[in-house]
């Protein structure tokens, strides 16, 4: 049995914020505003494999009204959504799109794939992360000012 999810998230960037993207931390003057550490990979992940599953989303998982989310590391969401919703299905392979304008990512892709990698205990070949600008158009996004993710997975089992 094979089936396909697709997530995406948008986060609004702001000064004094880190920005966590797939559980590393970029060097940034802004950071995502959010409940949470604003991982918008992983977000769009998570709901990526709960769409797969049809269980429904992130946010009904992990209300962002509830203070245990308060800050919390997206990367132990994901584990938690890996170890308690996944089975018996497993990952078959993630493409993912960050566009954010600036600072530019090239740099940590292969760094942000060994920590998807590690954390989803899959193969770097199953991992593709890419990252585009959004060419100083569309709005907060080409304005610095907000970062988005979307991902497409295969689960099987
Ligand atoms: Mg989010």
Not at 9 to 34: F, Q, Y
Not at 61 to 84: N, Q
Request: no cysteine; hydrophobic share 45%.
């Amino acid at each position: 049995m094979i089936r396909v999810g697709t997530g995406w998230d948008l986060h609004r960037l702001v000064p004094d914020r880190p920005l966590v993207i797939g559980g590393l931390t970029i060097p940034s003057p802004k950071g995502a505003l959010a409940h949470s550490d604003g991982d918008v990979l992983v977000h769009a992940l998570i709901d990526a494999i709960l769409g797969a599953l049809a269980k429904g989303d992130i946010g009904s998982h992990f209300p962002d009204t509830d203070p245990a989310y308060r800050g919390a590391d997206s990367m132990e969401l994901l584990k938690t959504v890996i170890e308690e919703e996944l089975p018996p299905y497993s990952i078959t392979n993630i493409d993912a799109t960050i566009i954010l304008q600036t600072p530019k990512l090239r740099e940590h892709i292969d760094a942000i794939r060994e920590n998807l990698s590690k954390a989803l205990n899959l193969p770097l070949e199953a991992i593709s992360v890419k990252a585009k600008t959004a060419e100083h158009v569309l709005g907060e996004l080409g304005s610095g000012d907000a970062i988005s993710a979307q991902v497409s997975l295969l689960i099987s089992g």
